[in-house]
């Protein structure tokens, strides 16, 4: 069955650069991956995609490795406000249809 | 643009009422998610429209729920009756293209309804 792993909490301080590492070993050969950030209250809200090296936009960068089973995002220098939880999407379910969300990485920022 | 326009936001009724929950996608988009949020389960994909006609209902979970998409600009999403373990946050979410079965992945969510069944 198609699945993702990522680590269920992380802690960081201001200032510092956050490396969330997702795996997901059966991720088809057409299959992109894409990183969802949520905050309390809100829907989910897309912030990169990538199909292998690396990619950045003004939100984070995104490191893929050449044999795709995992990837990593990094958010440089978090702020407070950067407290949510992150959601790496990969492979589609068993029938290769829909995509799945998996239960994310909640990080927390402190001052 | 105003994004996806879910309402109500918030709905709190009774075990065995019916319930509707509504939706506006980003105009111009031609595919609509309904996904269930809840502790136990993160977030579930219910069902899929693309141009206005369901694809993928497969997540729906009993013949209690119902989904329609009328038109480009509306969906509804009705739950009768309702049961306590539906209790969750329902969100829309809209995309350009035909998301499940493509590479492009980006999906703009509404900012769900809380439904609380009693």
Redesign the interface.
């Known amino acids: 069955l198609a699945k993702t792993t990522q680590p269920i909490s992380m802690d960081s301080y201001e200032g510092q650069e956050v490396n969330i590492t997702c795996s997901h070993n059966n991720i088809a050969t057409n299959d992109y991956i894409t990183w969802y950030q949520q905050f309390p209250s809100q829907g989910p809200r897309f912030i990169i995609q990538g199909y292998k090296t690396k990619v950045t936009n003004e939100v984070a960068s995104l490191f893929i490795p050449a044999d795709r089973k995992s990837s990593t995002l990094s958010l440089p220098r978090v702020s407070l406000s950067d407290t949510a939880v992150y959601y790496c999407l990969g492979p589609r379910d068993n029938q290769g249809g829909k995509l799945i969300f998996g239960q994310g990485t909640e990080l927390s920022v402190k001052p | 643009d105003a994004g996806?326009i879910q309402s109500p936001r918030h709905e709190v009724t009774e075990m065995g009422q019916e319930v509707t929950l509504r939706c506006k996608p980003i105009s111009g988009h031609n595919s609509l998610f309904w996904y269930r949020q809840t502790m136990m389960r993160?977030?579930?994909?219910l069902i899929?429209f693309n141009n206005n006609v369901p694809i993928?209902d497969?997540?729906m979970p009993e013949d209690r729920f119902s989904a329609k998409m009328p038109n480009a600009s509306f969906s509804t999403l009705k739950i009768q009756p309702s049961e306590p373990r539906d209790s969750a946050v329902y969100?829309c979410?809209s995309s350009p293209v035909g998301?499940?079965?493509s590479?492009?992945?980006?999906?703009?969510?509404?900012?769900?309804t809380r439904l609380t069944v009693l």
Do not use: H, I, K
């Not at chain 2, 590479?103 to 769900?112: A, I, L, V």
């Open positions: 996806v993160g977030l579930e994909l899929y993928d497969s997540g969100f979410a998301t499940l079965r590479s492009y992945n980006e999906q703009f969510f509404g900012p769900g």
